[in-house]
């Protein structure tokens, strides 16, 4: 058992759901952190010539809004895949795990960040193909499904003249019979061998991070009441040899910069090194966003991989002001981080070489 968080080696980041997408744009830091959008489909021998592969419109994946994140980590030769997030709906999940030929098989272990449905929809279908994946051979048993104990009946948020519902998260029955095993936890503890650490809840220190003004919940006796903290968000944080803490957000209600600030009180004295995911400053005013970019500026994180709910005027501020950090997190994606750096493609490299072998 460990309590403590263990270095990994790399860390692979397949983005299944994201708002964005751009298959297009390189990764601008190649060195740090490869990003490989394409996948070729093999074109039989001849039938147009010399080409060998095909770029179809039908493999690349969609944006839908939420956030899924399929986190490989290893370490010599252990190996641990953590699903953080299943995004908005099923069909969204699916399409895009078959778009970018993702093998769900080797994932253990499901973390919702917090009950919102733009994160939670998708979490029976992910369960359901995990465990269609799984091959006979293989040891694992049903996924563990990791969440806050607190989910609300219905969350919604005060638009003014009306209270505007989310739809409902998906029960704890149901997850269960999708085939997966729900563990309740609003504590900080470590999976997978110690390769990733999931938080508890995060302490509100900032006084600019308010949480979700206006946000309310349903109580069941048919009264709606004020829940602005969304006190269940729960992050995920690994440990990247040689460089640092790599902080996993699904959509930052605590605060990008309380959550990091927490990740550093959690990460046994590394640094911060890179922050993924939802920054939720979208719906920010200019003096949130300044106060936010100052904030992450005094973490001194290296890279910053924004997606989801962060908005484009903050991520244009990061490029602006943190300039050689910004690696755009887009739906389709494949991300990895390596602590002995990496050749800028290598990703792409693997893909083609594995079409060649199978070609033999
Ligand atoms: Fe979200």
New binding site residues.
Partial sequence: MFTMLRDVDTIDIQVLVDNEIDPISKSQSPAVVDATSFRLTELPRGSRGPAAMEMRMDNICCGAH??SLMITAASGETKHTLLFDAGPEEDVFERNVKRSRTDLSGVEHVHLSHW?R??SGGIPRAVRLINAARKEENPLGQPTVDVHPDRPIYRGFNAGPFIASLEADPTFEEIESAGGNVVKNDQSHTVLDGMFMVSGEVPRKTEYEVGFPRGMRFTGKGEWVPDELIKDERFVVCKLREKGLVVFA??SHPGIVNICRHALELGGGAPLYAVIG?F?LADGDAAKLESSINGLKALTPQILMPG??TGWRFKFKIEQEMAGSLVPCFSGTKYTLNADGMQEGQNLLKDLKSFQSKDK
Avoid: R
């Fill in positions: 939420g956030l919102h733009d994160h699904g959509c939802g939720h989801h709910c």
